[in-house]
């Protein structure tokens, strides 16, 4: 489904600048795709998984989307025009949806960034330790993580949706995680409602409000009649 999208965008550029006249992908039904993720990083293995880390650059930009939220590519990207200590706050424009989020930083957050600070190089909270320009990515970091800690596998976007499930669990209502992550439609949040502990914190409620008394069946049985002979 991505590798058609690629060629529609290249044949929708070719149309715009008359190389072609008209674009065939439109004509190709787009396969469906389901997209059922919903790993995150479970919380006994936080400890292991960071611990796990040799890149403290990776260490640190993990630990920024996991404390707030954000996308790889606006972590990669901030920038401390964007960092609003007296507020507590980081703003900044989505790159993705080119929409603004206000993110308050909880102690963590601040703790990575003032370890960032002092080690500030430039306008790029992240610079690359290569090349000291903007990152693109913590993939590989985030692989070896996982190998050396051997916790179950975890992805960058998952530290993402590990962030969005503890605030749907910790009590945080659909429009507060929606401003947060960027999100405008509410349905994006329903896939976070889905974790186990959210459906088991669920189910338990029916049974608090369930008021019949469970009695075994063979107690309500009456007792067979026995006939004399």
Not at 96 to 122: D, F, H, Q, S, Y
Request: contains cysteine; proline residues 3%; aromatic residues 6%.
């Amino acid at each position: 489904m991505r590798e058609l999208a690629v060629i529609s965008k290249i044949f929708s550029l070719a149309l715009n600048n008359d190389y072609v006249d008209y674009n065939p992908c439109q004509r190709v039904e787009k396969p469906k795709f389901h997209n059922v993720g919903q790993r995150k990083l479970r919380g006994g293995d936080d400890e292991k998984f960071f611990a796990a880390f040799e890149s403290e650059w990776a260490y640190d930009i993990c630990q920024l989307i996991i404390n707030t939220g954000l996308r790889q590519c606006d972590a990669t990207g901030l920038l401390w025009s964007e960092i609003d200590w007296e507020e507590e706050e980081i703003r900044l424009v989505q790159d993705k949806t080119g929409r603004e989020v206000v993110i308050p930083m909880n102690e963590t957050a601040k703790e990575v960034l003032k370890r960032r600070l002092a080690k500030r190089t430039c306008e790029l909270v992240f610079p690359s330790p290569k090349s000291g320009g903007r990152g693109l990515s913590v993939k590989t970091a985030i692989k070896g993580a996982v190998k050396r800690s051997k916790v179950s596998r975890v992805t960058v976007h998952d530290l993402r949706r590990t962030a969005a499930s503890r605030l749907l669990e910790s009590g945080a209502n659909h429009i507060t995680i929606a401003a947060i992550l960027g999100h405008t439609d509410l349905r994006m949040i329903l896939r976070y409602a889905q974790s186990s502990k959210a459906k088991r914190k669920a189910v338990k409620s029916l049974e608090k409000q369930n008021r019949a008394k469970i009695v075994p069946k063979a107690e309500n049985e009456k007792a067979p009649t026995r006939v004399s002979a």
